[in-house]
């Protein structure tokens, strides 16, 4: 789910954050690599696996990049700009509401097995995705505020979609509130 985990993430962490200048470039990627790794691998695999989520969905995978992220940047800039990867990373567990898949969470706390996604075959998968409801209502909300920053930020225009692509930062304030 792209849009659900790009508008989802970035939305549930300036907020949280309160930083209107972290690096979007690298928190949306934290924010989709669990799927970047684990959807590939689970269709190609799916007759064996059972499943789509595999370790990039679970907890060991998310404190890998956390600790990775501390022990090899120092304070200030690098770390600043890496953290955001592996905040990334737990916030998609979160949207993914992991907490109902613990074999998969908790990988390999409980086993080496993985939460079964239900279908039969990768085909069957995929269709259950497609013709979800509820995928499309978390894709409609991830895109509605992908959309409000586009325009609160002023996107269409060339300079603040270069800065964006240079910086990572859309200038867009975070109500203080």
């Known amino acids: 789910m792209l849009f659900w985990h ?3 993430t970035i939305a549930l962490v300036r907020y949280a954050f309160r930083d209107e200048r972290m690096d979007l470039r690298f928190l949306v990627l934290g ?3 669990a799927d970047l790794i684990d959807t590939p691998i689970g269709l190609l695999f799916y007759d064996s696996l059972g499943a789509v989520r595999l370790v990039g969905h679970s907890f060991a995978f ?5 600790v990775v992220v501390l022990l090899t940047t120092r304070r200030g ?3 600043k700009r890496w953290m955001p990867v592996a905040v990334g990373i737990l916030v998609h567990l979160l949207l993914d509401a992991m907490w109902a898949d613990p074999e ?5 706390l409980l086993g080496w097995g993985f939460t079964p996604a239900g279908p039969t ?3 069957d998968y995929v269709v259950s995705i497609v013709t979800d409801w509820r995928v499309w209502a978390m894709e409609a909300a991830g895109a509605a505020y992908v959309i409000y920053l586009w325009r609160k930020g002023n996107l269409g225009a060339a300079e ?5 692509l240079r ?4 200038n867009v304030p975070i109500d203080r509130r």
């Open 6 to 8: 790009t508008g989802g």
């Open 31 to 33: 924010a989709l690599l």
């Open 62 to 66: 998310a404190a890998t990049a956390m």
């Open 77 to 79: 800039r690098p770390r």
């Open 104 to 108: 998969t969470l908790w990988w390999p």
């Open 121 to 123: 075959g990768a085909g």
């Open 160 to 164: 603040a979609r270069a800065e964006l």
């Open 167 to 170: 910086t990572g930062v859309v």
